[in-house]
């Protein structure tokens, strides 16, 4: 018969126990991650109130242009005219609502 070691009830944890330990340090760690980043924003926010910009750059930022956007049409898009006569075409005898407002005859 094989040699099976003993382990004495007083030297290993019990299950309920190892497990309570284990919840308890997740939890602790999860707290101390969340104070760690709901202080991080604070202190950037206290680093860029306080002036640390140079005048130029200050001016700088303020001074930013708006950019106008604009639209590439792609090679399978419908042109006005093309959408109009679709539009007559599938509104024919339809109610003046909708899409339809203004195509029905």
Known sequence: MPYTPTIAPSAAPAPRAQLLRQR??????????ALCVAGAPSTTLAKNSTGHKSAATDTAAKKKSVSKVTYQRSSSEESRAERDRR????????????????YTR
């Open 24 to 33: 308890i340090l997740h939890t602790a760690c999860a707290c101390a991650a």
């Open 87 to 102: 539009m007559y075409r599938e509104c024919k005898g339809m109610h003046n609502a909708g899409a339809c407002r203004g």
